[in-house]
DNA sequence: GAGTGGTCTAGACCACCCC
DNA sequence: GGGTGGTCTAGACCACTCC
């Protein structure tokens, strides 16, 4: 159950076995999970390693602790549990759409006045610019513009592009993506997006402007995106 | 600097020594802060008090840790920090705008279908529906409905409707408003709304739909919202 | 009063980074 | 090799809740 000689850190068998047996359902949602002393007596640990476990179960949205009566097992959901940011690749194939890339345009200019200021870069600053209209199943979805610093990140090419750049900073760069601020709001379809969108005039969609960031909170992307409103909802968590 | 004998936990008095630091400016952007053993010393605590403290600027986004290294003051900018969830009320006075509201319909009726769902309660549970019409600066800027259960809180009135629910829940219930998911999609205003936010045919709208959870996930409320596009945009912060 | 989570201590060993 | 953050221990006292 818990291997104390593994390389895996303790708290974190203990979080999986405990977020395991809520998934599977032997603690069930209002439940009272043993104490934590009791806990850190049945596995021969500390209770503050415990306490790390719980912790991040309680971050996680899985417990919640009551000063004085316990920790129990949160109402949600699980089911429906909404992950954080999610790159649009990773958001289709959770809907359990095919997500498709159709490369419109790969360059590479100086960066326009918005860009650069969301990118924390000078005006004369070479930036990558690629513009794809982003599909599931085959069907358009949105129009996605990105912007990447060229001095910051390295070896974008258009094959990348045809593919996911979340995956490309993530597991080929080893980049930290730690958090993004984004802007969405309601409009009308413009004339230049509404052939490549197959969309008609006065057609809805929702402009969602991003800025992603590294852990040392250094600006990674700026993308702009349009989204057909018929096809695409957006959903998010927040915390209070 | 730490009171040690101060009601106020030690942990919770560096972090906010260490923000002042930051926000002020001691400690800029990029700085490498002093080692926990450093700090531990310093202040003759515990070097796992101190991470506590660094703990929890980390979860804020103040400092970012590196290991082996050390750790670092963020980029980001913090004049521009985004808050979590906020009520309308709040929303707007961040803005710099006077929020009031006017009251279109406020009545106890069963739960429809989509409500009691949200809500997770039966269909014959009775519900508040709060219909506002929400103003910044005198001029209408969403047209808001909320449900609540009427077995889970009592004692809702017009005169609270008139002010912030949000306020009353949190400050006279003492409730623990903890999270809540949105979802937002892109619409054409319908003809029924059309009058009440001063729209014409054809003009765009954000819609979203909230529904808020404490912290035992219990549902609080389901909240169906018309944005006027023209004058809302919705801006969120999201982790990876 | 007994049990719970919240805070805190004074150590320890590890993997990792940089010199 | 020396310093850093990451993990872990075996205690302790507190405030709080419930009986």
Redesign the pocket.
């Known amino acids: 159950m818990i291997n ?1 000689s593994s390389p895996i ?4 068998q203990l979080e999986e076995r405990i977020k395991t047996e809520i998934e599977e359902g032997s603690l069930k949602s209002g439940d009272l ?1 043993p ?4 806990y850190a007596e049945t596995f021969k ?5 415990v ?2 476990a719980i912790s991040n179960l309680v971050s996680n949205g899985y417990v919640y ?7 129990f097992v949160s109402q949600k959901k699980f089911e429906q549990i909404l992950p954080g940011l999610t790159s649009f690749t990773e958001d289709m194939k959770r809907r359990g759409m095919v997500p498709s890339n159709e490369l419109v345009e790969f360059s590479i200019l100086p960066a326009p006045e918005e860009v650069a200021h969301a990118l924390d870069i000078k005006n004369s600053e070479s930036v990558y610019k690629i513009e794809r209209i982003r599909l599931a199943d085959n069907f358009p979805m949105a129009l996605e513009t990105t912007f990447v610093s060229k001095h910051r990140i390295e070896g974008i090419t258009e094959e990348i592009a045809h593919t996911s750049l979340y995956e490309y900073f993530e597991s080929t760069l080893n980049l930290n993506i730690d958090h993004a601020t984004q802007l969405i709001e309601s409009s009308i379809i413009n004339s230049e997006e509404k052939k490549l969108l197959h969309m008609k005039t006065g057609d809805p969609v929702l402009l969602i402007q991003r800025t992603t960031y590294l852990d040392d909170g250094t600006p990674l992307e700026f993308v702009k995106s349009v989204y057909r409103a018929d096809r695409y909802r957006f959903m998010i968590d927040m915390k209070r």
Chains 1, 2 share one sequence.
């Open positions: 104390k850190p303790i708290y974190h999970l104490s934590e002393r009791e640990i500390s209770r503050m390693t306490r790390q602790r009551k000063k004085g009566t316990g920790t």
